[in-house]
């Protein structure tokens, strides 16, 4: 494809002021998209993004609100579509996560992973749906996590939101298909990113000691997978999940 490939698209990048969204929102960018970024608290990090990708000749935005609020979601999707048009993409790359054994997860934070992650991923994509539906045209990539197909002890909450990601996006990808609305996810392993960093310094390194290829990812590479998902290259691909773990999903 052109080093233009999706000039005159736009691209909207929840969680895109950090790692795999910030990563993902200059990739796009550097191909002519116009792209947004939104964020929860963090808006000097979604300035400098919107101004690096704007140094690059394209139309920025910076949106702010919290996904798993129904209304701030559609604020979000509100204001990107006033900045810069119709919504083609949508990279929905918002989450949290925190270590809690299993025995050990309190309802609050069970509540709280699954209003970000999983209501947040519903509250993004139905804002989006109705027009990309009517328009015929639509690419949405959520993010999920390979701890959504393999037992994670310190992570059942997370886990379970994020499998529950992979459901929710074969089945919309199912049903909007004959709409030229594609829905794909991305499972990573271990990426250096600052949430990946908030864990406890043993568990990075039994997640290294435990991958294959003894690295952790970088957000570029998961950007890279991304890139191929929105993009014509893909074209036959819907309701599917690509895993990049370094070789740690094929472990128990």
């Not at 908030?198 to 998961?222: H, K, L, N, Y």
Request: proline share 4%; aromatic share 6%; net charge negative.
């Amino acid at each position: 494809m052109s080093e233009q490939a999706f000039a005159g698209k736009t691209v909207l990048v929840t969680g895109g002021g950090r790692g795999i969204g910030r990563a993902t929102a200059l990739r796009l960018a550097g191909e002519g998209a116009n792209v947004a970024v939104s964020y929860v608290s963090n808006q000097a990090e979604a300035n400098t993004v919107s101004a690096e990708m704007a140094a690059l000749g394209v139309k920025t935005a910076v949106a702010q609100g919290d996904v798993s609020v129904r209304e701030e979601a559609q604020g979000i999707v509100a204001k990107t579509r006033e900045a810069l048009g119709p919504i083609d993409v949508l990279v929905h790359s918002a989450g949290i996560a925190e270590l809690e054994p299993a025995d050990e997860v309190t309802w609050e934070v069970w509540e709280r992973t699954f209003a970000v992650n999983v209501h947040g991923t519903f509250h993004m994509i139905y804002a989006v749906k109705d027009e990309m539906i009517e328009r015929g045209y639509g690419r949405i990539v959520t993010l999920s996590s390979i701890a959504g197909l393999r037992p994670r002890p310190l992570l059942a909450h997370y886990a379970a939101s994020k499998a529950a990601v992979i459901s929710m996006t074969q089945s919309l990808a199912e049903a909007w298909a004959p709409h030229n609305v594609r829905l794909n996810a991305v499972a990573p392993g271990l990426i250096d990113t600052d949430m990946a960093r908030s864990f406890p310094e043993t568990a990075w390194e039994t997640c290294i000691a435990t991958t294959p290829m003894g690295r952790v990812g970088q957000p570029e590479e998961i950007a890279n997978l991304i890139r191929f998902l929105v993009s014509d290259e893909s074209s036959f691909m819907t309701g599917q999940t690509l895993v990049a773990s370094g070789g740690r999903v094929l472990l128990p």
